[in-house]
């Protein structure tokens, strides 16, 4: 138990995951406690803060940006609600008239779906995310299901056996937007007929530095379609099998929602995540808030151009 400005941080996991109680995000932050905030961050990879207090859209924006630039989302579907702040990624389950979305509608709920396999936020892209913070603004009943799911994609990578990190050092994976969705949804019109290579391409190392923090990561999420210099089906078994090792029950950590307000912090540049499916689906509201700081690191911009940067997709 750590302790500064009243603040306790426990840790939630053998290796990874904390939580801070005693922080009241309506109120002013000082530096040395927002400071606290991100050390924990880097350490632990994943922050949660039950009961937040964020009041509003704007207070999660203000707050996201102490991390450094918040990505502004340069596109909202019509198929989501017109939310004022471009900063706020609606990760609800309510269409643009604000109800339940059901498996009829096609657009969101493959992206749902997509959202259900292991990734890092915007890894896609050609600048990669670091943070997200996610707020619960309405939750369904208790025990209907949603939690988040995280994978400490760190201490995976250091129980590697040392012949496979010798292998992998100096691989590139390929992200591709467009495999995650097909992977989740294989027979959705909207993604068939596809080709990963008409569309944007992000270059990766499977193994990144975590810099903050100096420890490698394994950057392997479900954006990446395969890895280069290897046939496809070669570099697809590789990434299968290395997300099967990372996402062992011993490396995941399963966040249940408990308290509308509650949030959690996670550094996409240490773990991997997941959304999970629940029997609230189709019937209970679901309103959770996303907020994106774009990484501004070293890795930020993996093997890419800074230059195809300026024009990539939001973080999904
Ligand atoms: C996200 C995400 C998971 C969830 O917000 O980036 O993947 O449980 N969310 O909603
Ligand atoms: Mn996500």
Known sequence: MASSEGLQIRQLHDSYVCEVAGLDLSKPLSDATFNRIQDALHQYGVVVIPRANLPDDKAHVEFSRRFGEVEKSKYRSPHMRPLPYAEIFDISNLDEKGEVVTNSNEKRITAIRGNSLWHADGSFNPRRTYVSMLRAVELPPASTGGPTEYADARQAYEDLPEETKARIKDLVAVHSFLHNRQTANPDSPLFKGRSVYDEPLARYRLVTIHEPSGRPMLYVTSYAHHIEGMPVEE???????????????????????????????????????????????????????????MDSGKGAYGLNSPEDAKNQRNSS
């Open 235 to 293: 570099g697809q078994k590789l990434l299968r099998e290395l997300t099967e090792h990372i996402t062992q029950p011993k490396y995941v950590f399963t966040h249940e929602w408990q308290n509308k307000g509650d949030a959690v912090i996670w550094d996409n540049t240490a773990v991997l995540h997941r959304a999970t499916p629940g029997s609230y689906e189709g019937k209970y509201v679901r309103d959770m808030r996303r907020t994106c700081v």
